[in-house]
């Protein structure tokens, strides 16, 4: 089978409006770390990209609640049974309606379910009217909705979309559900490394003041789709701190993240320059009007403010791309795929040689789907 002759069964044609898409100016995204494709969406895409975030929140929680935890066997799996306190009725309802509220699942579960599928044989992941893919949708959307598969993997618009930010290669890091329910907290102040951070010039904290001015190879790229936007009347923004890129730095990746924006100033940001302007770093608090974007680099500082708890949900869906690292070992799959989905949904026929390229590895075994 030739796979680009793949229809997508969920493909919106009129997806992103061309002026939006075609105005990105890498000058300024390299120099600032980020970029607003503001009201990229058209009123068709847009549509289907809150259904689909929609449907993927309720078969999310359908799985939450319908699946018998208590009846898996996780020793068998050589896991850590949840705690039964934790798999009540009553703590899994507050797990529902929103993204990374799933306080019942281990992280070394959820790690289980994207590397081998929490399937049969015997009691697994229990769904309704759709099969099970092994895992949850929120951390792996494409797996259950056509048109998340789409816009992900091989949409002509936001392939070019990723071609301009990351170039002619690159590779899928993650994609996520980021649904903020009314009353969410918000996330704060942290950053993300490369890979395993070998390419990054200061440690996860940046207490020192390593510099460079160069928009260096090795890039992880996120990008945020907000398909009702994302406003100050709302909460659930997105905010930044232009130039902190530069400093190359992961911050607080991998601790405990408990800095609010009087914090940055007094500490990490005191001091700091942005190293083209030399002007002081500042915060930048995203307002994001229905159908909107934003993308920026991986490693840049920024945080989510809570959602009024009397608002809407905020819909969201995170998509981080990679350049690939040419000292990654050989392999078949990346480590931003879910392998056993892959091998199923290669076998079945539904990965296209779009989607082959940016599922495969840094260094792909073969280079059969490799162009």
């Known amino acids: ?10 493909r919106v044609d ?7 898409l075609h105005a990105f100016d890498r000058k300024t995204f390299e120099h600032d770390g980020f970029w607003v494709w503001a009201g990229i969406l058209t009123d068709a895409g847009r549509r289907q990209w809150t259904a689909s975030l929609k449907k993927l929140q309720q078969m999310n929680d359908e799985i939450i609640m319908d699946t018998d935890w208590a009846a ?3 020793s068998g799996r050589g896991l850590q049974p949840p705690d039964p306190e934790k798999i009540s009725r009553a703590f899994l309802t507050a797990c529902c309606g929103g993204s990374e509220q799933m306080r019942f699942m281990a992280p070394v579960l959820r790690a289980y379910m994207y590397d081998q599928g929490l399937l049969g044989p015997g009691p697994a992941l229990a769904t309704r009217d759709f099969e099970s893919q092994g895992m949850m949708p929120e951390y792996f959307p494409g797996a259950y909705d056509d048109f998340i598969h ?3 993997t091989a949409h002509p618009q936001m392939m070019h979309l990723f071609t301009r930010l990351l170039g002619g290669r690159f590779l899928l890091d993650h994609c996520l559900m980021l649904n903020r329910s009314p009353g969410s907290s918000g996330r704060h102040w942290h950053a993300h490394q490369y890979r395993e951070g070998q390419y990054e010039v200061e440690d996860l904290i940046g207490t020192g003041h390593a510099v460079t001015t160069e928009f260096l190879q090795q890039q992880c790229i996120r990008t945020l789709c907000y398909p009702e936007g994302a406003t ?12 902190a890129h530069l400093y190359r730095i992961p911050y607080k990746w991998s601790s405990v993240r408990t800095d609010h924006d009087e914090d940055m100033k007094a500490a990490w940001m005191k001091g700091k320059t942005h190293p083209i302007t030399g002007r002081p770093l500042e915060i930048l608090r995203l307002v994001l009007p229905p159908g909107s974007m934003v993308s920026f680099v991986h490693h840049m500082p920024h945080h989510v403010t809570p959602c009024l708890p009397d608002t809407l949900t905020r819909w969201g869906l995170l998509m981080a791309y990679r350049t690939p690292d040419p000292k990654a070992s050989p392999a078949r799959w990346n480590k931003g795929v879910s392998a056993h989905w892959a091998a199923r949904a290669e076998t079945a026929g539904k990965l296209s040689s779009s989607a082959h390229r940016v599922f495969e590895a840094d260094n792909p075994q073969t280079s059969e789907y490799h162009t």
């Open 1 to 10: 089978m030739e796979y680009d002759e793949i229809t997508p069964a969920g």
């Open 14 to 20: 009129d997806l992103l409006r061309p002026d939006v």
């Open 150 to 152: 789409d816009v992900t």
């Open 72 to 74: 898996i066997d996780f």
């Open 232 to 243: 100050v009347e709302s909460g659930g923004q997105l905010a930044v701190i232009p130039g």
